[in-house]
């Protein structure tokens, strides 16, 4: 399984940007989509998740400003930044996992992408 994160930059305070992670090879249709962050001395944190069937959670700092959703027919996960504040600069992750019928859990993560909030 391979993830590549896409559509990090460099936008000022107030901005938008919208992350997309593309999935390949033989993922579960049953699994956890999500993003992850991490600023630069800090551990990495969870940002919004979402299952397949939807259900989404958020970490506090970002709700209301981002969005999660996902495109099954692509292996797609996006995520719709809004109202970007200088704290949100950090690498955003991707990751996938699932708890397969071999009880195993299954975790993968994309290679990073910067996102970087001028104030």
């Known amino acids: 399984v391979q993830l590549q994160a896409s559509g990090g930059g460099l936008v000022q305070a107030g901005g938008s940007l919208r992350l997309s992670c593309a999935g390949s090879?033989?993922?579960?249709?049953?699994?956890?989509m999500g993003w992850y962050r991490q600023a630069p001395g800090k551990h990495r944190e969870l940002v919004a998740v979402?299952?397949?069937?939807?259900?989404?959670n958020y970490a506090d700092s970002v709700k209301g400003r981002f969005t999660i959703s996902r495109d099954d027919a692509r292996n797609t996960v996006y995520l719709h930044m809004n109202s970007l504040k200088p704290e949100d600069t950090a690498v955003y992750f991707c990751n996938t996992k699932w708890y397969s019928d071999d009880e195993k859990w299954y975790d993968y993560w994309g290679q990073g992408t910067q996102v970087t909030v001028s104030s």
């Open positions: 979402i299952t397949s069937r939807n259900s989404t």
């Open positions: 090879g033989s993922m579960s249709s049953h699994n956890i």
